[in-house]
Each structure stands twice: as structure tokens, then as C-alpha cells.
């Protein structure tokens, strides 16, 4: 944990915290949605190894400069594991559409997510099951679902999970498809395991967030399937 922790007082605007630091813009990779049941809005965000001092900052609301580290205030909201903690997340309460940045220090770097525009009023994230899968090779589910089917698509992330929500393998595609394990068209991978192989009638889950160019998630899928 970071020193500056005690600080917050002083270091509540992230342009006071990362003030004569070495930062590192884009390099959290983070993104947020609406709750399908509740509204709130879910944060989610891929903690390297080793990042420590987490940190969550918004602005007051959208009709901001979203580049403008002034207008961002720390939240000290607490992050919870997603994916057995392989992914993080934060879940806030909030009915008002702001601008959010996640942070975290790693080798002796501030790291800065982009900026995330939240939407859950004017846009709020569509969740669903509509994905095809193809199991004609055995032990690679093909997973194909319609292109940017809400609007706004910029990049598709995709995990596959156990039947214990442990993450097997996490990828970007720019592509609305992805071959277990075939990372031809993948253009960023946040596997940090090499993936097993699927055991044959074992249970998995598929998980889709469609994401927009400003980081918010148009769209969920999540469907279970059994390995054939």
C-alpha cells in the first residue's frame, strides 16, 4: 500500500496525484456497464501483477473535459474480484452519467486507465444469451454472435470461464467471433495462463461485452455450454 494513502485529503484530484510522477496513459485496461437487475454501475478493469494502490476517480458529471486530470475526484470505493479475481471490479450506485478513470502503481509507475464515459441512463448495457456455438472441432468451441447488433462497437472482449468462474482464457477481437484456443484474430490477450484444454461434457461459461470507443459496454452475452 501506498504512503500517499494517508494523503487523501491533499491527493483527491488525480491531477494533484500524479503530479511530478511518471504516468503511463491507456495502461489500465478498464471498461464499465449497467447491472442488468439493479442498474448500478460495474466497473471492470484487468490488474497486472504485482499493481497495487488501486485507485477509482470520477468526474461530477459527463459534460466535462474528460482529458482534464483537475476535473477528476478520487472515490474510495473498494474493488471486488470478478473471475476469481483474474479481473477486478467496481460497483457503484449512481444514476448521474460521469466520466471515470482506474489507476493503479506498477514499477514505480502511475498507470491510467482512458477515460470511461458511463451511460446507464441514455444507453444502458443490453444483456443476453444470442451467441452460436460451433463444436464441430473437438475441444474448440467456435463462438460467433451478430456485429454490433446495439450500435457504437469499437473492440469485443471475451472470456471463457470453468463451471467454478475461474477465467481460462481473456481476449480482444475486433472480429464478432473467437475459436477456443486460436488467438489468429485476437489483438489483445489478458490470458495469463496458458489455457487448458476443455474436458469433454464438463460445463463452461462464455461471457461477451461489446465495448465502445469511450469504454462503456453496450452490450453482455453469457451463456453456459457443455464441452463436446
Known amino acids: 500500500m501506498s504512503c500517499s494513502e494517508d494523503n487523501d485529503d491533499v491527493l483527491q484530484t488525480l491531477a494533484v496525484y500524479t503530479q511530478g510522477q511518471t504516468i503511463e496513459m491507456g495502461a489500465v485496461i478498464a471498461c464499465a456497464a449497467s447491472d442488468k437487475d439493479t442498474g448500478e454501475v460495474l466497473t471492470f478493469y484487468y490488474p497486472e501483477l504485482g ?4 485507485r477509482f476517480y470520477e468526474t ?6 474528460e482529458s482534464n486530470f483537475d476535473n477528476y475526484t478520487k472515490n474510495s470505493l473498494s474493488p471486488e474480484p470478478f473471475f476469481n479475481g483474474h479481473l477486478g471490479k467496481f460497483i457503484q450506485n449512481d444514476l ?3 466520466w471515470i478513470i482506474i489507476t493503479f502503481e506498477l514499477d514505480g509507475e502511475i498507470k491510467i486507465s482512458n477515460p470511461i464515459r458511463t451511460k ?8 443476453n444469451d444470442s451467441v452460436t456455438i460451433n463444436q464441430l472441432l473437438t475441444g474448440m468451441p467456435n463462438f460467433s454472435w451478430e456485429d454490433d447488433s446495439e450500435g457504437d462497437n469499437a473492440i469485443y472482449f471475451q472470456v471463457i470461464s470453468d463451471d467454478e468462474n475461474n477465467l481460462l482464457s481473456g481476449t480482444y477481437t475486433f472480429e464478432n467471433n473467437f475459436l477456443y484456443y486460436n488467438t489468429d484474430n485476437v489483438v489483445l490477450n489478458v490470458t ?8 469433454l461434457n464438463n460445463k463452461y461459461n462464455f461471457t461477451l461485452m461489446d465495448v465502445s470507443l469511450d469504454n462503456w459496454v453496450n452490450l453482455v452475452i453469457q451463456k453456459s455450454f457443455i464441452a463436446e
Open 60 to 65: 461530477v458529471n459527463a459534460d466535462v473535459d
Open 120 to 127: 446507464q441512463v441514455s444507453k444502458p448495457t443490453v444483456w
Open 51 to 54: 499493481a497495487s494502490n488501486i
Open 96 to 98: 448521474v452519467e460521469k
Open 192 to 199: 495469463t495462463n496458458s489455457p487448458p484444454d476443455l474436458i
